[in-house]
């Protein structure tokens, strides 16, 4: 079965990270079903509205890590906007039509930072939300470095990527990242409830409305996509992140005190 599952129902195209045994971390191939799935949802007329969503005891342990050293160790060759992770964040930063998140328990790196570009989000109590990226010798991406501090405030953005704790969710509501807390158990339902109510509505009205509330920070949203993948590809190349990598491959903890 694939590992991102889609179906569309009632005017919604719900897509499900499936790869519950890797704890729905994300590979290439997974970006690329996501980016393909938000292009058919972008041209299809009988969708109005996508659902991301994972499972009750796990949204997404980010990138997947075995990809990350793959892509570490080989040569550069394509330039990084062409990044299956970066076309994927492109696509859904400049995503017409609304998109509705369901997180439940751990929603680690680009788990937590695609949620700055769906427009209602719904929790489980159990959610978890994290981007570790400095402890991974990496900088932050989804133009997360620009929407964090915005949306959180400098402070509380600056714990959040620079010491790269979890927070919980009733933090993430404080903060203004999700809409309400649910039990993780209802969480996919209570999304998909609302995600049909969108769809119910009048599409072009709907559209207009996403445009304009985003209209004067979409182009910054994309330039600060772009800026990221660059320190990104640059970073993930670093013996910091080569060491980070290998640490949790190999189950242990990250030893920087020589890179
Ligand atoms: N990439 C690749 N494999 C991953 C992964 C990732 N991002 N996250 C988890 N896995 C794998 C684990 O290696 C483990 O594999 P194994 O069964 O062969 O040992 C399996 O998924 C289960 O993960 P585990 O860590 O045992 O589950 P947990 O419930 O104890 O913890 C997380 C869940 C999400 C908190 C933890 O897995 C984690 O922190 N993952 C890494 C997150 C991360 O740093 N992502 C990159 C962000 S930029």
Redesign the pocket.
Known sequence: MSDILVHTEAGVMTLTFNRV???N?ITGAMYDALSAALGQASEDAAVHAVLIQGDPT?FS??????DFMATASAPAAAPMKDAPGIRFLRTIAAFPKPVIAAVCG?A???GTTLLFHCDLVYAGDNAAFSM??VN?G?VPEAASSLLAPRMFGYHRAAEALMLGEPFMAEAALEVGLVNRVVPPTECNAIAQGQARKLAAKPMSALIETKRLMKMAQQPAVLERIDAEGVSFGQAMRSPAAKEAFSA?ME?RKPDFSKV
């Open positions: 045994a890797r704890k971390s796990i342990a980010g990138n997947d890590i075995a751990p680690v790196g680009i570790p990226f991974l990496l949790f189950k």
